[in-house]
């Protein structure tokens, strides 16, 4: 692949898209441009001459490229553009500039086409744009549910106000029983479904809502954790070269995980103290476990 050709689309795309957003007098964050920009690549279709030079992977908030992420820091330090609020907007001298010819847009108009349907999206300003890119787009069904219950939810007082213990831990079971079969996710598996059988027996116990303060952090992790995985299974060819170092930052986030997911058991362990807490699995508990890390067991 010729990534020079992908620093150069990306380059004029970026610079259309700010122009854009300057026209209309629209102003929205930087990792929202990038998932705009995302949103044309797969509106153009894996058969478009565009596709592969828009190199994009999954990781923790949705996709995201660092070819976007490098042009658009170019273009910051150049000082093209200006900062308010945690949104971006170039300045008048860039958008007189850019906005001369590009030549990128002018080879294919169907940008100008696609990028006005997503500019007159109004959920562009909100988090329903990103929900709806993992909606659409995402590897996997249930990341959506993981990302936006499960973890969003130990990320904002307002969720955890609403929050129903009996619901969190359905989402939790169906995410962990979806999760894919793979080699580098096998001690993963093993620590979400541990996290999981302490969870419920906490809300066996009705103690869920008050050791949230320690359920926080090894759900966190268990998110950050999978985002690292996923960006490996999930990645365009651009970025083939990376998979040995995503290999051995996910292993360190497994180590991470082990450790919060221990102090998380031993912290909640005098829960049990004084009730009929049985260690051994229930049958329930039993069908779980199987049918989630079994499978690589028997393979």
């Not at 058969?47 to 923790?60: K, V």
């Not at 329903?128 to 939810?153: C, G, R, S």
């Amino acid at each position: 692949m010729n990534k020079n050709r992908s620093y150069n689309v990306v380059n004029d795309l970026l610079k259309f898209v700010l122009c854009e957003l300057k026209e209309k007098n629209m102003s929205i964050s930087h990792f929202r441009i990038q998932k705009a920009i995302f949103k044309i690549k797969m509106e153009l279709g894996q058969d478009h001459p565009l596709f592969d030079y828009l190199p994009f992977y999954w990781y923790e908030h949705g996709p995201f490229s660092n070819v976007v992420s490098k042009q658009f820091s170019e273009l910051k330090n150049n000082n093209c553009i200006q900062y308010s609020s945690h949104t971006v907007f170039l300045d008048d001298k860039s958008f007189k500039d850019f906005s001369q010819g590009n030549s990128l847009i002018d080879q294919y108009p169907i940008i100008n086409n696609i990028s006005d349907r997503i500019f007159e999206d109004s959920n562009l300003f909100f988090n329903k744009f990103d929900e709806d890119i993992y909606l659409d787009y995402a590897p996997f069904p249930f990341m959506h549910p993981f990302k936006y219950v499960l973890y969003e939810t130990t990320r904002d007082d307002d969720l955890f106000s609403s929050l129903v213990s009996d619901n969190y831990l359905n989402v939790f079971y169906d995410c962990l029983s979806n999760l894919p079969y793979d080699n580098l996710l096998v001690d993963f598996s093993v620590l979400f479904s541990r996290l999981f059988s302490r969870l419920e027996l906490i809300n066996e116990e009705h103690q869920f809502l008050n050791h949230w303060v320690y359920i926080i952090r090894p759900v966190q992790l268990s998110w950050l954790t999978f985002a690292r995985w996923v960006r490996i299974y999930k990645h365009d060819a651009f970025y083939n070269d990376e998979i040995g170092s995503w290999k051995s930052e996910l292993e360190k986030y497994i180590k991470i995980l082990n450790r919060s997911v221990v102090k998380f058991e031993d912290k909640t362990e005098n829960i049990f103290n004084n009730c009929s807490y049985n260690p051994d699995y229930d049958s329930f508990e039993y069908k779980m476990l199987n049918a989630t890390i079994g499978n690589y067991l028997y393979d």
